[in-house]
């Protein structure tokens, strides 16, 4: 089966869904310092404490899901497939087995924890629609999106 890889002009594969969680992990080090002041001053240093992990797990769960599918698709379709729906529940199996495991500590505040890893996967997902490409033309991140960032790697 051939590979479904697309080649930039350097030679390299690109791995867009990488591009893109990259992306989404860089918005949530926008926001990063406002979700955490704004838990914080809610609950206290606890709250703070619980904000700054959940976007750490979040951030966490996208860049694997990004490079488990880019594994995947290098190859074949069906381990792809797999991947894609397997991966979705394994790793919302282990984010609620960390949740769990993170509940005995007494400087976790839970609500914040679980509301921080909920608004924040889907803030970003919403946010991340204004950049991602919905052609096969350029597929990934639209064009002009991170092209400093692809320049420092070359």
């Known amino acids: 089966m051939e590979s479904a890889t697309v080649v930039a002009a350097s030679g390299m ?7 893109i969680a990259d992306h989404m ?5 926008i926001v990063s310092p406002l979700v955490i002041l704004a838990c914080g001053l809610l609950r206290g ?3 703070a ?13 996208f860049l694997v899901s990004a490079r488990l599918i880019t594994w995947a698709s290098e190859r074949s379709l069906a381990l792809l497939q ?7 529940v394994v790793r919302l199996f ?22 921080t890893i909920a608004i924040t996967h ?19 991140l639209k064009p002009g999106v991170n092209e400093r960032e692809l320049k420092d790697k070359e």
């Open 13 to 19: 594969p690109v791995a867009h869904e990488s591009r």
């Open 25 to 29: 992990a860089r918005h949530a080090l």
């Open 45 to 47: 240093v606890d709250g």
């Open 49 to 61: 404490i619980s904000a700054a992990i959940g976007l750490a797990l979040v951030c966490l769960n």
């Open 82 to 88: 797999g991947m894609v729906l397997g991966g979705f």
């Open 94 to 115: 282990a984010l609620t087995l960390i949740v769990l495991g993170l509940e005995q500590f007494s400087f976790i505040d839970l609500p914040v924890l679980v509301l």
């Open 122 to 140: 889907i803030a970003l997902l919403i946010w991340e629609t204004r950049y991602v490409s919905l052609t096969l033309a350029a597929p990934g």
